[in-house]
Every structure is written in structure tokens, then in C-alpha cells.
């Protein structure tokens, strides 16, 4: 029995750990061509533009996961038409919040990039980028509720597929249109805005499967089932948001200690650190079906065997990423500094080695809000994602950065993964007590 839960997790987190890694490679793919066709400006416009993601896919998760936990537990109850329901109204909200944020990007998009902190040197090179990109939120926000509905419906495979597709045709057309359009910081932005229709289109051999329940019954904007799939998506949509709020908070600071350079070294760090962000996401996103199918069926083992393997698998590796980093500090910077500025690397490297610390205690904190939120606890979840994600972060960064300047805006995110540890800890404690 224990091979068939392992082989279960094998295959769902290595899927959707690959599909989240390559939705990375958008951001990873535009900071390579913005550093090297547009130098330290183009990274400091693409760093400032970073927030404006945790809201995309953060809604997009908020739909995905909140629906798709309600679908997956409905679904092991053979409630079909009901599991249905959560989809369509997922999936017309996802749509719904896509053009309201099309609109607002067109009209607003000066007003955005002055708000998320670019000065005179760096906003038309924002501009471009965040008014492109905002423009395709009506694609971002249901590719990403769709590609995660299928991973709740036993397709993460297809999801996977998804993703490095539409990453891969991020990668082939940012090139396309900066180096050979010469179309500089809007081809960058297009080709990443393009990317999730390619998404979708692949997504969509899903519903041509006679085996699988996912199916989109009508439009739908029932607000109590809405508030339902809010309750159960929230604690991975304060995931997403959270590291917008902090890359905006993160910025401010920066631009007063070290300027438009230390921007560009915190979009190093930031974008490398996305690409292990992205892997974590991945396992969150993996385990969350199979422990919330457990639950439905009350395979209280199961539930229980799925977490141990994600905290095993959360703990080797954050050590294979920390130590893999540090052993190859140099080469990484490398890729984003293509003029070779000293500065941008003598600012860069300190950062590697103490923020990339927080990701030994940040796969445990994962494992642990991905577990209570699949079991419908969500109010713990939500606790613990906002305590890591938010609260914690941005007190260290401000008191941290006041003391110790650069160096304590890398010391914040450790600081905060161990604090909300140390915060479930209490709260396990204390429940304990009352029981």
C-alpha cells in the first residue's frame, strides 16, 4: 500500500513541480533578454513590474485552488454536477477579474509604475512593460485557474505539458522580438502578455477525455459559491501576493539605501530565488489534490503518509538548492550582468549567501500550509501564509535595513520562513492545551 501512496506523490509533484518551474522561466526568460538588451535599467523596470505577477497568478491560484479542493473533495464523493459548479463559477470569475485588470492596466499603467516605485531614469522603460503585460490579464488569470483544475482532476501531466509549452514559446519569441524586431522592452513584455493563450489552447485536450469529471456546465456568478472557493484559495493567493507586496516594499527601501543598482541586484536574487520559489509551488500545488482526495475518501493514513513524504522531500531540497547556489554563486550572477558592473556583483553575492538561508526553513513552512489547507483548515493556513509571507518579511526588511542597510534586507526572508515556525509551533501548543 505504501508504494502506491509513494508513487502517487512521485507523480504529481514531479509534474506539477516541472510545470511550475517552467512558469518561472517567463520571468527568468524576460530578466535574461531585459539585462542583456536593455542592461541594469531594463532589470531595475522588469523588478519594479515583478508585483504586478503575485496578483496574475495569485488570483489565478485563488480561483484554481479554492475551486479545484472543493471539486477534488466533491468529486471523491461522486457529487459530479456539484464538483462541476465550482469550476464554472471558478472560471467566469477568473475571466471576470482578467478583463477588469485589462482595463485598468491600459488606462493606468503611468499611475501603476510611478506607485510601484519607478523614479524618471526607469518609468518609460516600465510603462511599456507593465501596460503590455496587464493588457493580457484576461489570458494569465483562467490559464493559471484551468492548469490547476487539472491537476485536481488527475491530469497534472497535461498541466506540465502546458506550462513548458507556453514557457518555451516565452523563451523562442522574447528573443525573436527583442533581437531580431528589435522591439526591446514591449517585445519582452508581448512575448511573455502571449504566452498564456498557448496555455490555454493546450489545456483545453483535457475536456475531450471521456474518463475525466472536469467540465464547464455554464456561466456562472453564484457569490456563495464564490465565497467557497475564496475561503479554500486564499492561503495561495496571500501566497503569491505576498511576495509582490514584498518585492514593492523590498524595492522602496532599496532605491533609498543603494538605488536603481541594488534594485537590479535584489531582481537577481529575486528571479533566481523565483525559480526555487517556483519548485516549492510546485510541491504545494502537488500535494494539495492528493491530501484533499484522502480527506474526502476519510483515508486519514493517507492524509497523514502524503505530508510526511512533503516534509522529507521539502527538506532535501532546500539543502540541494542552498548549497547548489552557493557553490555556484559567480556563474548566476554572470547571466544577469552582462556589462560586468562590479557594484551590481559586490551587492549581488551577499545576497545569494544570506537570503537564499531562508529556504531551509521555507519548505516546511510550505509542506505544513499546503496539509492544513487541503484538510479544510484554512484558517491556520491563512495564518501562517501571511505571518511568512507578509508580516514577518516586510517587519525584519524595515527594521533590519534601518540597522544593517543591504544586509539586512537579505537576512528578512530567513528571518521571517524561521519566525512562522516558531509561530505554528505556538499555535500547535496552545490548541493542544485546549483539547
Not at 503611468?110 to 516600465?126: D, Q, R
Not at 514577518?392 to 520562513?417: D, K, N, Q, R
Request: proline share 2%; hydrophobic share 50%.
Amino acid at each position: 500500500m505504501e508504494k502506491n501512496y509513494l508513487s502517487n506523490f512521485a507523480k504529481y509533484i514531479s509534474a506539477n513541480m516541472i510545470g511550475t518551474l517552467g512558469l518561472s522561466l517567463y520571468i527568468f526568460a524576460d530578466t535574461y533578454f531585459m539585462a542583456y538588451y536593455a542592461g541594469h535599467l531594463g532589470l531595475t523596470a522588469l523588478n519594479i513590474a515583478i508585483p504586478l505577477y503575485g496578483i496574475l497568478l495569485g488570483l489565478g491560484y485563488l480561483f484554481g485552488t479554492g475551486g479545484g479542493i472543493n471539486f477534488s473533495y466533491l468529486a471523491a464523493k461522486k457529487d459530479y454536477k456539484k464538483a462541476n459548479e465550482y469550476f464554472s463559477v471558478s472560471i467566469s470569475y477568473a475571466v471576470l477579474s482578467g478583463i477588469i485588470l485589462s482595463i485598468i492596466g491600459i488606462l493606468f499603467s503611468k499611475n501603476i509604475s510611478w506607485a510601484l516605485g519607478a523614479n524618471e531614469e526607469s518609468l518609460a522603460m516600465t510603462n511599456t512593460y507593465i501596460k503590455t503585460l496587464l493588457a493580457f490579464s484576461t489570458f494569465f488569470i483562467p490559464s493559471t485557474a484551468i492548469m490547476t483544475f487539472l491537476r485536481y482532476d488527475d491530469n497534472p501531466n497535461l498541466a506540465m505539458i502546458a506550462l513548458l509549452f507556453s514557457s518555451l514559446f516565452n523563451i523562442v519569441f522574447d528573443y525573436i522580438f527583442m533581437e531580431c524586431f528589435k522591439l526591446s522592452v514591449f517585445g519582452a513584455a508581448l512575448a511573455t502578455g502571449l504566452s498564456p493563450i498557448v496555455s490555454i489552447l493546450i489545456s483545453l485536450a483535457h475536456f475531450f477525455k471521456k474518463d475525466k469529471i472536469l467540465k464547464f456546465e455554464k456561466v456562472s456568478f453564484k457569490v456563495k459559491k464564490l465565497l467557497e472557493v475564496i475561503k479554500l484559495g486564499t492561503s495561495s493567493f496571500i501566497y503569491e501576493m505576498s511576495q509582490g507586496l514584498v518585492t514593492l516594499s523590498f524595492n522602496y527601501l532599496i532605491l533609498g539605501i543603494s538605488g536603481n543598482i541594488g534594485i537590479a541586484a535584489y531582481g537577481i536574487i529575486t528571479n533566481i530565488g523565483g525559480i526555487v520559489m517556483s519548485i516549492f509551488n510546485g510541491l504545494q500545488q502537488g500535494m494539495q489534490p492528493l491530501i484533499s482526495s484522502a480527506h474526502g475518501r476519510k483515508d486519514t493514513f493517507g492524509e497523514r503518509k502524503y505530508f510526511k513524504y512533503g516534509i522529507i522531500f521539502a527538506a532535501i531540497l532546500s539543502l540541494t538548492v542552498y548549497f547548489g547556489s552557493i557553490l555556484n554563486i559567480d556563474s548566476l550572477i554572470s547571466i544577469f550582468n552582462s556589462q560586468n558592473l562590479k557594484i551590481l556583483y559586490d551587492l549581488a553575492k551577499p545576497g545569494i549567501i544570506l537570503y537564499f538561508l531562508g529556504f531551509l526553513p521555507h519548505g516546511i513552512n510550505i509542506s505544513l500550509i499546503a496539509y492544513k489547507n487541503a484538510i479544510n483548515n484554512p484558517r491556520l493556513s491563512f495564518i501562517l501564509s501571511i505571518a511568512r509571507g507578509t508580516i514577518f518579511s516586510l517587519l525584519f526588511a524595515f527594521v533590519l535595513s534601518h540597522h544593517f542597510a543591504m544586509t539586512g534586507i537579505w537576512l528578512s526572508f530567513p528571518l521571517a520562513e524561521i519566525a512562522t515556525l516558531v509561530l505554528y509551533k505556538l499555535i500547535e501548543k496552545i490548541l493542544d492545551k485546549k483539547l
